[in-house]
Each structure stands twice: as structure tokens, then as C-alpha cells.
T-cell receptor, first 112, second 115 residues
Framework: GQNIDQPTEMTATEGAIVQINCTYQTSGFNGLFWYQQHAGEAPTFLSYNVLDGLEEKGRFSSFLSRSKGYSYLLLKELQMKDSASYLCAVRDRGTGFQKLVFGTGTRLLVSP | ETGVTQTPRHLVMGMTNKKSLKCEQHLGHNAMYWYKQSAKKPLELMFVYNFKEQTENNSVPSRFSPECPNSSHLFLHLHTLQPEDSALYLC??????????????FGPGTRLTVT
């Protein structure tokens, strides 16, 4: 089976940098996704990593180390609107191309 | 607005009722999904349809019955539900190819309460 771990909750201050970690165990890793979900809204796609390294997209970056089963999402210059849940999801070759397994999500609270 | 719409947004039903959830995607995708999101639990995949064919049933009880009449529409028929089925039901869509990232685009969900 697959196991995905993320911290339950994090707090940070406006303008700061925060790193949200995700560790996973899977036998046939085939990609890792980060989604943002504001309360009461749909999850929205943030990033995708399938090779080791850092993917940068504006204020958000995502890093992957396949050998360590580890990813992080880095949010810079935090804004109040970044308060949301951040979901890590892994795709496994063994369970099918379209099956994503999600972590429980990390709730980020950004304060002034 | 992600291009995936769901109706109704909120639904309260008794355990003996029959209701249906509807999802429509305007993105030209070929794959559609139903997920269940309960409090303090991970998003849980229920069903996958690829080019209108069901390719995944994640051990979902038969009181949930999906229907995909075409690549743009997906239904979830509900009957004799239990209170523990109360949750947010999310629909998603993506490209149906087997290569590439092809991220999933989610609808806003239907908040279901079973009384």
C-alpha cells in the first residue's frame, strides 16, 4: 500500500517563507502533486514533480527526492490569501495511472 | 472557476431517500473521477471513468452507483445511505492519456448530510 505523511497544521506570518513537507512510501512512484484547497472550495493544482529537483512557479516551489521519498512545497512572501490546506498526492504505477493517493493535508494559517 | 461544475452544492437526505449528484466538465477531458472528502481524512478516490468506461472502483459500497453517459457528464446515484456517508463529494476531470502529468481539475463539491 501507500503511506503519505504531512504535518497537520502550520502557522506563519505574512511576508515570511514556509516549507510544507510530505513523505511517502510507494513501490512504483510515478509522480507527486501538490494541491491547494481553501475552506469550502475545490482543490486547485499547484505543482507536479516526477524527477528529482526543484520546480519553481512564481512564489511557490516544489522539491522532490525520490530516493528519500520526500517532497516539500515552499511558499515565499506569504500573503493572507495563502491560508488554506495544502494536499500532497502520489501516483503509483502499480495502482494505475489515474489513481492519486492523497495525504490528509496541511492546514496553513497566515497571520498579519 | 475550474471548468468543472457540480450540482447540488448542498444536499440533506434521509437514509431511505434516493438522490443523484451531477458533475459536468467543460475542459474537453476524457477522464472523470468521484472522490469523498471526510473531516480529518485524506481525499478518497471512489470511481474513475476513462472515455465513458469505468476503470476503477475503489471498493465502494453498492449504495453508491456511478453513471457516465458521455465524457462531459458524471453522476453519482445515492440510495439507502448511512450517516457515516455524510461528507464532501468532489468530482474531478483530467486528460485520459497515459503519459504526462495530466493534473486533475476539481469541482467545488457537494456537501452531503445524511440524517
Amino acid at each position: 500500500g501507500q503511506n503519505i505523511d504531512q504535518p497537520t497544521e502550520m502557522t506563519a506570518t505574512e511576508g515570511a517563507i514556509v516549507q510544507i513537507n510530505c513523505t511517502y512510501q510507494t513501490s512504483g512512484f510515478n509522480g507527486l502533486f501538490w494541491y491547494q484547497q481553501h475552506a469550502g472550495e475545490a482543490p486547485t493544482f499547484l505543482s507536479y514533480n516526477v524527477l528529482d529537483g526543484l520546480e519553481e512557479k512564481g512564489r511557490f516551489s516544489s522539491f522532490l527526492s525520490r530516493s528519500k521519498g520526500y517532497s516539500y512545497l515552499l511558499l515565499k512572501e506569504l500573503q493572507m490569501k495563502d491560508s488554506a490546506s495544502y494536499l500532497c498526492a502520489v501516483r503509483d504505477r502499480g495502482t494505475g495511472f489515474q489513481k492519486l493517493v492523497f495525504g490528509t493535508g496541511t492546514r496553513l494559517l497566515v497571520s498579519p | 472557476e475550474t471548468g468543472v461544475t457540480q450540482t447540488p452544492r448542498h444536499l440533506v437526505m434521509g437514509m431511505t431517500n434516493k438522490k443523484s449528484l451531477k458533475c459536468e466538465q467543460h475542459l474537453g477531458h476524457n477522464a472523470m473521477y468521484w472522490y469523498k472528502q471526510s473531516a480529518k481524512k485524506p481525499l478518497e478516490l471512489m470511481f474513475v471513468y476513462n472515455f465513458k468506461e469505468q476503470t476503477e472502483n475503489n471498493s465502494v459500497p453498492s449504495r453508491f452507483s456511478p453513471e457516465c453517459p458521455n465524457s462531459s457528464h458524471l453522476f453519482l446515484h445515492l440510495h439507502t445511505l448511512q450517516p457515516e456517508d455524510s461528507a464532501l463529494y468532489l468530482c474531478a476531470s483530467s486528460q485520459g492519456d497515459t503519459s504526462g502529468a495530466y493534473e486533475q481539475y476539481f469541482g467545488p463539491g457537494t456537501r452531503l448530510t445524511v440524517t
